[in-house]
């Protein structure tokens, strides 16, 4: 066991490392009004491994939806950034990787930083909502809605950290993410993980075909997962999900100069 566990509130989460994996970063990115609650058992299981691991706690998150509301998406992308750069500063391999809303922002920064690989769980880049479309307006007119529930799912009920209310403003902003990640796609050069449920209510398949699209040869791996919902990091498959990935990084890590600050 590593010396650091997982926190019993929202928090963000780093370990150093150790051994022979210590110079290998994995910068893990948790997704929309969630926390790293969400992301701690993968996170744990790297960290165990030897891996230097880091988890942020993105801006309006883990705290009150209010707080949210008054967040853009360039705020959570520069959290998760400046997460990435730190850890890259003291390791010779990064890797990126998220849950969600968490996977969308991990792939984004792949495409502005020279990453060994990106590792992402159910990575959102679409909606199901038709009225995302109109977001931009409604957002005035409804303040905020209740999150998506999933009712096929293996895991148990858990606490994760995700609010009881979603703010529509802070939907516009995640459109706006997703928009630019898609747009970024291409410029990802580095391989590319991707674990997806096949019963997932809140990201539809249109994500993984945007993938498809952008990434193409670059998106190397896609792990089926046939029991899990959209948390899949806290569900049945999770074991897969840790072992996969602990595979993917240890295939590809390799001795790189750290990332520049920009």
């Known amino acids: 066991m590593t010396e650091s566990s997982p926190p019993s ?29 969400s992301i701690m058992p ?9 891996y230097a691991v880091s988890v942020p706690l993105l801006p309006g998150h883990g705290t009150d939806w ?7 998406w360039q705020d959570w992308y520069r959290s998760y950034e400046k997460a990435l750069l730190e850890l890259a500063a003291r ?3 990064c890797f990126t990787a998220g849950l969600s809303m968490g996977g969308a922002i991990a792939l984004l920064a792949a495409s502005r930083h020279p990453v060994a690989g990106v590792s992402v769980v159910n990575p959102g880049l679409s909606f199901y909502d038709r009225r995302v479309r109109i977001i931009g307006l409604l957002k005035y007119f409804q303040r905020t809605t209740v999150p998506i529930q999933e009712e096929q799912t293996g895991a148990p009920a858990t ?11 802070a939907v516009h902003e995640l459109k706006k993410l997703f928009g630019a990640t898609v747009r970024a796609l291409p410029g990802v050069d580095a391989p590319v993980q991707v674990f997806k449920s096949r019963t997932d209510a809140v990201v539809p398949p249109t994500s993984l075909a945007l993938l498809r699209t952008g990434l193409g040869a670059n998106l190397t791996d896609v792990v089926d997962l046939a029991s899990s919902g959209h948390v899949a990091t806290l569900d049945v498959d999770a074991p897969a999900i840790f072992a996969r990935s602990g595979e993917f990084v240890a295939a590809h890590a390799r001795h790189t100069s750290p990332l520049e600050t920009p």
Request: hydrophobic share 35%; glycine share 14%.
């Open 91 to 93: 390791t010779d391999s």
């Open 159 to 169: 606490n994760d950290g995700d609010y009881s209310l979603t703010p529509l403003a």
């Open 42 to 50: 993968w996170a744990q299981h790297l960290a165990d491994l030897g």
């Open 9 to 37: 509130r929202p928090a963000a989460f780093s370990y150093p490392g150790h051994g022979a994996n210590a110079r290998t970063g994995v910068a893990i990115c948790h997704g929309f009004t969630g926390s790293p609650l």
């Open 66 to 72: 209010r707080q949210l509301a008054l967040t853009g």
